[in-house]
C-alpha cells in the first residue's frame, strides 16, 4: 500500500496522531461518524425482520453479512440524523460524509436535515485499511414505487473520504487473497460480491456501478497481474466489459472472461449452485478468444468474420504491453 496509507494504519493502531492539520482531524471526525452509521444499521437490520428476511432470500448466510458489515437504513426520514447528533456530530458533519441532505426554501434559507439513505439494505464501502467511507444501499422490493422516479440502488456522493474512482467494494476483504492468487475476480454488483465471497472466492471485488478507471488498474497491480471479469450478459454489461478489458490490457495486465453462466447474474447463480460459479472461473477464457468465439458462433460467412475480427478483436491484441503476447493472438 502507499506510504502514507501506511502511515495512517500503523498511527491508529499506535493510537498516535500523524497530524494536528485541519484536514486531518475533519477526515478523522467523518471516519467516526461513518464507523458510527454503520453500528447503527447493523443495528437496525437484527430489528428489521423484512430486511432479515430479504438477505436471507437473496442467499447470504449471518456470517456473510457480518463480515460485510451489511445493515439497514429505516424507511423514516430521519432515523440516522437523530442518532449521529445525539453521538455529538454536527448537521455539517453529516453532510459532508454524504449521510444528510440539508432542506432548503426557495430563499436559500436552510428548513432542516433528511436522511439521504431511507428504506434501503446498506453495503459499507471501505478503503483499503477497512474504514468505511461511504454506501451502497439497495431499496427493499417491497418499497419500490412504479409511480416514482427512484434508483435501485443509491451511492454515496463525491465526498472528502469518498472517491468512486478510487475505491473498489471488497477491497479490504480481497487483497490478502489477491495476493496469494496473483488475480481477482471482477463482478458488477455488491450481491455477486458478497455471494462469491460466500462460495469461497475471496479473491473478489466489485465495480458497483462506476465506470472503471485507471486508478483501480493501479490498486489490482499492487496484488496481482491476472484479471477475470464476470459482468452481466445484457447489452450495457457486455459493452462495460469490454471496456473495462481494453483498459486492463493497456495497463500491463493479463485478462480473462468467465466461462458462461447464462443469463443469471453471479448472486443468483451462487444460491441455486455454488459449484457452477466455481466451474465457471475454472473455465474463463482469456478475453481475446472469449471475442473470438463470439465472432465464428455468429457469423458463418468467412468474409464477415474476417471483417469482425478486425473490429472487433484486434484493438484488443493491439492493446497487449507484450509483443509476444500480441504474436501469439495474431
Known amino acids: 500500500i502507499p506510504f502514507f496509507e501506511a502511515l495512517k494504519i500503523l498511527a491508529d493502531r499506535a493510537g498516535v496522531e500523524l497530524t ?28 428489521s425482520p423484512e430486511a432479515k428476511q430479504y438477505l436471507m432470500e437473496r442467499g447470504l448466510t449471518e456470517e456473510t453479512i457480518k463480515t460485510f458489515h451489511i445493515g439497514y437504513a429505516k424507511n423514516e426520514w430521519r432515523d440516522l440524523f437523530i442518532t449521529l447528533t445525539a453521538l455529538g456530530y454536527q448537521p455539517e458533519e453529516s453532510v459532508d460524509a454524504g449521510m444528510a441532505i440539508e432542506a432548503k426554501d426557495e430563499s436559500g434559507k436552510t428548513k432542516g436535515w433528511y436522511d439521504r439513505f431511507r428504506g434501503r439494505i446498506m453495503f459499507p464501502i471501505r478503503n483499503v485499511s477497512g474504514a468505511t467511507v461511504g454506501y451502497s444501499g439497495r431499496i427493499m422490493p417491497s418499497l419500490v414505487d412504479p409511480t416514482v422516479a427512484q434508483g435501485k440502488y443509491v451511492n454515496t456522493p463525491e465526498t472528502p473520504l469518498y472517491h468512486k474512482s478510487k475505491i ?33 472466492v475471496h479473491n473478489t471485488v466489485a465495480v458497483s456501478g462506476t465506470a472503471f478507471t485507471d486508478e483501480h488498474i493501479h490498486l489490482i497491480k499492487r496484488f496481482c497481474d491476472k484479471v477475470i471479469l464476470s459482468f452481466d450478459t445484457d447489452t450495457a454489461g457486455q459493452n462495460a466489459l469490454k471496456k473495462t ?57 468467412e468474409r464477415i ?9 484486434l484493438p484488443f491484441i493491439r492493446a497487449m504491453q507484450s509483443p509476444i503476447d500480441r504474436n501469439h493472438f495474431i
Open 20 to 47: 494536528n492539520s485541519q484536514k486531518n482531524k475533519e477526515d478523522t471526525r467523518l471516519i467516526s461518524l461513518l464507523k458510527d452509521a454503520t453500528l447503527h444499521f447493523e443495528k437496525n437490520i437484527h430489528n
Open 168 to 200: 473498489l467494494f471488497g477491497y479490504d476483504t480481497a487483497k490478502k487473497s489477491m495476493s496469494e492468487s496473483r488475480s481477482v475476480v471482477v463482478v458488477e454488483g455488491q450481491m455477486d460480491l458478497c455471494m462469491s465471497y460466500q462460495a469461497g
Open 245 to 301: 478489458g481494453l483498459l486492463c490490457l493497456l495497463g500491463g495486465l493479463d485478462v480473462y472472461v468467465v466461462g458462461d453462466i447464462g443469463t443469471k447474474d453471479p448472486a443468483d447463480l451462487i444460491r441455486e449452485n455454488p459449484t457452477l460459479w466455481l466451474t465457471a472461473i475454472e473455465k474463463k477464457k482469456h478475453i481475446v478468444v472469449a471475442l473470438t468465439d463470439a465472432v465464428m458462433a455468429a457469423h458463418t460467412d
Open 305 to 313: 468474420r474476417g471483417q469482425k475480427i478486425v473490429s472487433d478483436v
